[in-house]
């Protein structure tokens, strides 16, 4: 089975302007989950996504957003973009559980994102 | 608010040997405990996770972890490094109620070097 894929792989903006990413989870999957990881951080969580509704939003300002497809693919947009959101931004999907809670994140390769 | 804390940024050990790579987690509720493995210029790679139940978990390659609610610890573990095994380690932990329930919190990561 295909594993949870991301695109692009790379990409490199200036300060200002907007960038959209993508992820297509695993099949079966409903739930996707957004992270972003500073060199040398940790990831840490932007969005969840499940069943087309955002679910959570990590402490991330509003120049963030994201939405999930009917076929469960993701969009992470970022507008008017800063140095600081230079990062390796990773995409998650997951089951939920019949409790709604969320089961084993499977992540993406990433998108490396450089603002200059 | 969840944490985790890893507190060594750096574990060498000599291939060959056992290896630990410490974790402690704070959340409400029950803990739900993972570790995912990094390798350069990828995404996270799951190894092995603790819902409920026998407080050792065995994992992907070898690896093992040990729960400790007492020490609120999740130390991974393996007995014998490889130096395939050198990578980015990272623990994180999912809360059992509300906001918690859908977002991981990681650690800032362990670089584990295996040496020939």
């Known amino acids: 089975d295909a594993g949870v894929t991301q695109s692009p792989t790379h990409l490199i903006k200036t300060r200002g302007q907007h960038v959209t990413l993508r992820c297509s989870p695993i099949s079966g999957h409903k739930s996707v989950s957004w992270y972003q990881q500073v060199l040398g951080q940790g990831p840490q969580f932007i969005f969840q996504?499940?069943?087309?509704?955002?679910?959570g939003r990590g402490n991330f300002p509003d120049r963030f957003s994201a939405r999930q497809f009917p076929n469960y693919s993701s969009e992470l947009n970022v507008n008017a973009l800063l140095l600081g959101d230079s990062a390796l931004y990773l995409c998650?999907?997951?089951?939920?559980?019949?409790?709604?809670?969320?089961?084993?994140?499977?992540f993406g390769p990433g998108t490396r994102l450089t603002v200059l | 608010a969840q944490s985790v804390a890893q507190p060594e940024d750096q574990v060498n050990v000599a291939e060959g040997n056992p290896l630990t790579v410490k974790c402690t987690y704070s959340?409400?509720?029950?803990?739900?405990l993972f570790w995912y493995v990094q390798y350069p210029n990828r995404g996270l790679q799951f190894l092995l996770k603790?819902?409920?139940?026998?407080?050792l978990v065995k994992g992907s390659y070898g690896f093992e972890a040990e729960f400790n609610k007492s020490q609120t610890s999740f130390h991974l573990k393996k007995p014998s490094a490889l130096v395939s095994d050198s990578a980015l380690y990272f623990c994180?932990?999912?809360?059992?109620f509300g906001a918690g329930s859908y977002q991981l919190t990681f650690g800032k990561g362990t670089k584990l070097s295996v040496i020939p």
């Open positions: 998650a999907s997951s089951l939920v559980t019949s409790g709604g809670s969320t089961d084993t994140q499977y």
């Open positions: 994180a932990v999912r809360g059992q």
């Open positions: 996504y499940y069943e087309k509704e955002e679910r």
């Open positions: 959340v409400s509720g029950n803990p739900y």
């Open positions: 603790y819902i409920t139940g026998d407080n």
